[in-house]
């Protein structure tokens, strides 16, 4: 499934996606995210922020169960005819080096300058391949 024409606009210009893992059992796991796309890909690294960064939650279940959904939204609270959300599913890889790694990390650093200064080239990606789409509401484009 393609992410392409008003639906990829509306995806690329949202800035704070979740991402949704579940473990073998089936048990689920939310959390908000950086990510750019890339084509058919969309990456997500994992950043500087005081955690355990070898053993987040969401690597774990990765490894366990590849799996996952990413959701990005745009809510109004004044006009709710502007709502609208848009989720891809897929199965996620960790990327710990390569090409694609290290163009995605430079990716993400060009979309967000708080990315800049931190360290991300040992850090891993999440790569997810797009599987299916789905979408309600107004996608317009927003900043």
């Known amino acids: 499934m393609k992410l392409s024409g008003h639906k990829a606009a509306f995806f690329d210009?949202?800035?704070?996606?979740?991402?949704?893992?579940?473990?073998?059992?089936?048990?689920?796991?939310?959390?908000?995210?950086?990510?750019?796309?890339?084509?058919?890909?969309?990456?997500?690294?994992i950043d500087q922020k005081?955690?355990?960064?070898?053993?987040?939650?969401r690597?774990?279940?990765?490894?366990?169960?590849?799996s996952v959904a990413l959701t990005v939204e745009h809510y109004d609270d004044a006009d709710w005819t502007k709502l609208g959300w848009l989720m891809v599913r897929g199965k996620a890889v960790i990327l710990r080096d390569g090409s694609d790694h290290d163009a995605a990390q430079a990716e993400l650093r060009a979309k967000y300058h708080q990315l800049q200064?931190?360290?991300l080239e040992s850090l891993p990606v999440i790569a997810i391949q797009v599987a299916k789409v789905a979408s309600w509401?107004?996608?317009?484009?927003?900043?």
Not at 24 to 36: K, L, M, S, T, Y
Not at 137 to 143: E, F, I, N, S, V
């Open 117 to 119: 200064n931190m360290e």
């Open 13 to 45: 210009t949202r800035r704070i996606a979740y991402l949704a893992t579940a473990d073998r059992h089936g048990e689920p796991h939310v959390v908000p995210v950086c990510f750019v796309r890339m084509g058919e890909q969309i990456y997500i690294t």
């Open 137 to 143: 509401g107004d996608l317009t484009p927003k900043p």
């Open 50 to 57: 005081p955690k355990r960064l070898t053993d987040l939650k």
């Open 59 to 66: 690597l774990r279940n990765i490894a366990e169960n590849p």
